[in-house]
């Protein structure tokens, strides 16, 4: 038995790809080049197996274009900037038992090193070492020559740079502008700084003045068209509401609304404050049609959200409808409980202002009642919104009682209705968090108008049509989330750019501001290309002028005055400059699903905003995440593994593959301990099947039978499988293709030969077989297990690193469908002689093959012929039959059989029909001797072949008569 010794083989291999410099990648003229690159981590805590899907998958990817040609560079650095190092620190000075057990017993941090994670660059150096030993050690093949972190000195040169090209393209505001902000931090706050690390999604909303006398109820919403549907009004009546002077007018909000009226820079002064429950019953007017309706209680009234007062639109809002009715009902059972009488209200019926196709008059009821909610509390609620809102956005249509805007689509109305009311006076506007988003400190985060602050511009027209168009052109995978691109590029506005605190680069204009984390590493990935050259230079900070990155990224200026200013060499600068040409554009970006709302769309802004066309990023690939048996990772569940304990525990390549088995495209990969193990026997019987063929040697083609081009017919099709799925990076797929299903066919066709081994001639042709199989199996599980395939291809006597090696292609003349058709007939026998013995319980002492009469095929493939004119019926068949004067003779039997193969044929896929058709009649008892001793094996007994109506046929239970073309009859005796 040869046991895989995992941790001898991944030193091994890791040591001969450094030393050798595998994977240190320089421009070459003669390849064409793949440059991708993947987040660098921030290091503030160690790496658990998390990390890994989306790090393993950029692996892959890099090692699937190396084996294709290309010149492939991945490198790798550190991300130090910003708070999370701060936050980091603080928890650990202040000894957080929660984090200490983190630090502690989940990632073993020896106790005596905490003191000197208490600054925040000794715990980034600590942790980026432990990453990038952790990445080393399972295996990815980074070029670590171009490593760097976002604090050295020549990084914020390079971002000094990168801002002063934003401002002079204008893409640099300084202003007031609505940010999302922690009330007790003190601080906006981005995604980084966020429970669950959500973005702060900002919405305008349209605040409509509904009024009794002087008094405004103001409602927030984000569907002012259906306004015109309003029947009546909610208020929270547990909630605490103000009457409050805001900005000269009496409102009527909840006490949080007061709060963030005054952060967006209202003028707002509270009067007196009460219940919501005292309003309930008063008649209210809609200004925009005059309508008049009564308020009302509803518990689903979030105070926290918008103004505490909500419009109710029940024929377009699932809340607004199973609100009413659930208060129709309570109101009828219980009418003293109420300030209303319930007959003020059981005539409030929804009010229809929009139709789309596919929904009744009230889109809302469908839903509702399709999901069968009944209560306003009810979760589902949440889902049933988002589809009315989106069905009604995407198809809907005004109708005729909305006045100039009937039969406006919904998505023109909703802006032109919010333009009018506004412009009227009828309505306002407020920004508000899109949905609600905690600060890690676990206050609500909400929208502060941001005075002097720096920004960056992304709600600038021009600019996202450059984005929009980069979008268009690039390749992102999965393919369905080019439209989630676009809608980041249309709702991104203002982002602040710069802090007061926190680790990073200074304004170059305002050196009191510090770049936050999300706006340094935008364009990182063009600083890689030209890291070695600089660091080969070795030069002062000071000597990295706009002028020499301009020189370098933008190819402005001419080399000998640059050389001049800067104290490069001329040769140097053009050096540096051309292998950021020869890299440049980037191909493929890796990201997790999380950063498409900011950071993705950012780097294509950034790169848009500072280079040409030609140099826009090609490519983006959106990783899903990884769940331990199920559930999300997590310290309260205790089910965090840290890479390296995975890594030591069940070996680097059977934790990759277990990584990627499971990572479908836009689902999370649910990794388990068992599946790890279970990966590793998959890998011990790969390796112990390809130690036996190396043993047997190559073998020679030239007795080569049926099913022998059937395993190779087989392998082409995996082949063409596993490319056809990496293009998308489907890596399931690709895995099973390559591993699970070949195994399968390569079980089959080993113990279709096993007894053929004994004549040296068959041998030989099936050793060729098998090692064609493996050559191709061990190049194809390459990128996903490079370790254990290094080592199988060196023992084949490989030539180079296998990481190298040519990535398989199909060989057009191995295809044979004839071989597969064949050998799929000899399976189905099998198949037939098992159900067989299954159901009678016999051990079988003979089996019996009859194959089908020459008259059969005739007819066959005559109702072949008809088939593929869709002229196939039995009558059509009979009469065609019976024009052949051989048929004559079979009166009685050519109706009968005729019946019974019509519908067969008419089930053939096209393709198989048209390959029967042109293979003819099959001389079905040589196909089946050849499986003779096969079958003889399998049995344990003696097998006769013959065709129904030889002379010499044996047919004691009569069956031969059943033999049809490619369905044998069989006899078990
Ligand atoms: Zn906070």
């Known amino acids: 038995m040869h046991m895989v010794d995992w941790k001898a083989i991944e030193e ?144 914020s040169k390079f971002i000094e740079w990168q801002f002063e090209k934003l401002r002079q393209r204008g893409f640099i505001t300084q202003g007031s502008h609505p940010v999302g902000w922690c009330p007790s931090c003190g601080n906006p706050v981005g995604q980084h700084d966020t429970v669950g690390d959500k973005e702060p999604e900002i919405e305008e909303f349209t605040i409509i003045k509904f009024r009794k006398g002087d008094m405004v109820f103001p409602a927030g919403t984000l569907r002012p068209e259906t306004v015109f549907g309003v029947t009546n009004m909610w208020i929270n009546p547990d909630a605490t509401y103000v009457e409050a002077k805001v900005d000269g007018e009496t409102w009527i909000i909840s006490a949080e609304a007061a709060d963030k009226l005054e952060l967006l820079e209202r003028s707002v002064e509270r009067v007196s404050e009460f219940q919501g429950s005292k309003f309930i019953g008063i008649t209210i007017t809609n200004p925009v049609t005059g309508d008049e309706f009564p308020m009302l209680p509803a518990s689903f009234v979030d105070p926290k959200a918008v103004t505490g007062v ?26 003293d409980a109420y300030r209303f009488k319930p007959s003020d209200i059981k005539d409030l019926e929804p009010i229809s202002v929009l139709e789309i196709d596919g929904y009744g008059p009230v889109p809302a009821r469908d ?318 019987r790969f390796h112990q099947r390809a130690v036996k063929i190396i043993e047997q040697g190559r073998g020679s083609p030239d007795n080569l039978h049926d099913i022998d081009r059937w395993m190779l017919s087989r392998l082409q099709s995996y082949i063409a499988e596993a490319d056809e799925a990496l293009k998308e990076l489907k890596v399931r797929k690709t895995i099973h293709a390559a591993m699970y299903n070949l195994n399968q066919d390569m079980d089959w066709y080993q113990k279709r030969v096993a007894r053929e081994l004994e004549r040296p001639e068959r041998a030989d042709a099936i050793r060729y077989v098998e090692w064609r199989v493996l050559d191709t199996q061990v190049r194809m599980m390459t990128p996903f297990t490079p370790h254990l395939c290094e080592e199988i291809w060196e023992k084949m006597g490989g030539e180079g690193f296998i990481a190298f090696a040519e990535w398989p292609k199909v060989d057009v003349s191995s295809v044979s469908q004839m071989s597969e058709v064949l050998e799929g007939m000899i399976k189905t026998c099998m198949e037939d002689i098992q159900k067989i013995t299954r159901v009678t319980g016999i051990r079988p002492a003979k089996i019996h093959f009859y194959t089908a009469d020459g008259w059969k095929w005739k007819i066959y493939l005559k109702a072949l012929e008809l088939a593929k004119k869709e002229q196939l019926d039995v009558g059509t068949l009979i009469k065609e039959a019976f024009k052949d004067a051989e048929m004559k003779a079979r009166s009685k039997a050519v109706p009968g059989y005729a019946r019974q193969i019509v519908d067969d044929v008419i089930k053939l896929p096209d393709d198989e029909m048209e390959l029967q058709l042109k293979m003819g009649q099959l001389n079905e008892v040589n196909i089946l001797m050849d499986a003779v001793s096969f079958i003889e094996g399998e049995h344990g007994c003696e097998v006769a072949v013959s065709a129904e109506s030889d002379p010499w046929t044996e047919d004691p239970a009569k069956r031969a008569h059943r033999a049809k073309p490619y369905r044998p009859a069989i006899y078990v005796q």
């Open 12 to 155: 091994k291999w890791q040591r001969r790809w450094s030393e050798a410099g595998a994977f240190e990648t320089d421009p070459d003229p003669e390849k064409p080049k793949f440059y991708l690159t993947v987040a660098y981590p921030y290091p503030n805590s160690p790496q658990h197996i998390g990390h890994g899907r989306t790090y393993t998958m950029t692996d892959v990817h890099a090692r699937w274009k190396r084996m294709q040609g290309y010149n492939v560079l991945l490198p790798m650095a550190w991300h130090y900037t910003g708070t999370p190092l701060f936050a980091m620190v603080e928890r650990l000075k202040e000894r957080d038992p929660e984090l200490l057990e983190t630090f502690l017993n989940i990632y073993n941090i020896p106790e005596e090193r905490l003191p000197e994670l208490e600054d925040p660059i000794s715990m980034a150096e600590y942790f980026a070492e432990e990453i990038k030993h952790g990445m080393q050690r399972i295996g990815y093949s980074v070029d670590w020559r171009r490593e760097f972190t976002t604090v050295d000195p020549v990084y």
């Open 310 to 335: 909500v419009m109710s639109v029940p024929a377009h809002a699932p809340f607004d409808l199973v609100a009413l009715d659930q208060l129709k009902r309570e109101a009828k059972k219980n009418p």
């Open 367 to 684: 839903v509702v009642d399709r999901m069968g909610i009944t209560d306003q509390e009810d979760p589902k609620l949440e889902k049933a919104t988002k589809e009315v809102y989106s069905a009604e956005f995407h198809g809907g249509r005004m109708r005729n009682n909305t006045g100039q805007y009937a039969s406006m689509p919904v998505q023109q109305a909703k802006e032109a209705v919010k333009e009018d009311i506004v412009a009227k006076g009828f309505a306002t506007t407020m920004y508000e968090m899109l949905e609600p988003v905690q600060c890690r400190c676990g206050s609500e985060v909400v929208v502060k108008i941001f005075e002097n602050q720096w920004f960056i511009n992304y709600g600038d027209p021009a600019w996202k049509r450059l984005a929009h168009e980069n979008i268009d052109s690039m390749t992102i995978i999965p393919y369905e989330l080019r439209q989630e691109f676009h809608n980041v590029v249309d709702w991104l506005r203002e982002k602040a750019c710069a802090r007061k605190a926190g680790l990073g680069t200074p304004l170059p204009w305002a050196s009191d501001w510090i770049i936050e984390a999300l706006s340094d590493s935008v364009i990182y990935m063009a600083y890689y290309t030209v890291i070695k050259g600089i660091n080969e230079v070795g030069p002062e900070p000071e000597q990295l002028t706009e002028e020499f990155w301009d020189y370098v990224f933008l190819g402005r200026g001419d080399a000998e005055s640059v050389a001049e200013a800067t104290g490069f060499t001329a040769e140097k600068l053009m050096e540096i400059h051309e292998e950021f040409s020869y890299f440049y554009p980037l191909d493929a970006r890796h990201s997790g699903r999380d950063l498409i709302s900011n950071h993705l769309t950012y780097m294509v802004f950034c790169h848009d905003g500072i280079w040409p066309r030609e140099l826009w990023p090609r490519g983006i690939v959106v990783n899903g995440s990884v769940l331990m048996e199920g559930s999300k990772m997590s310290k309260s569940l205790n089910n965090i593994i840290p890479l390296i304990n995975a890594i030591d525990g069940f070996g680097a390549d059977p934790l990759r593959l277990s990584l990627m088995i499971t990572a479908e495209p836009l689902k999370d990969a649910d990794f388990s301990p068992d599946l790890a193990k279970n990966m590793g026997d998959n890998l011990e």
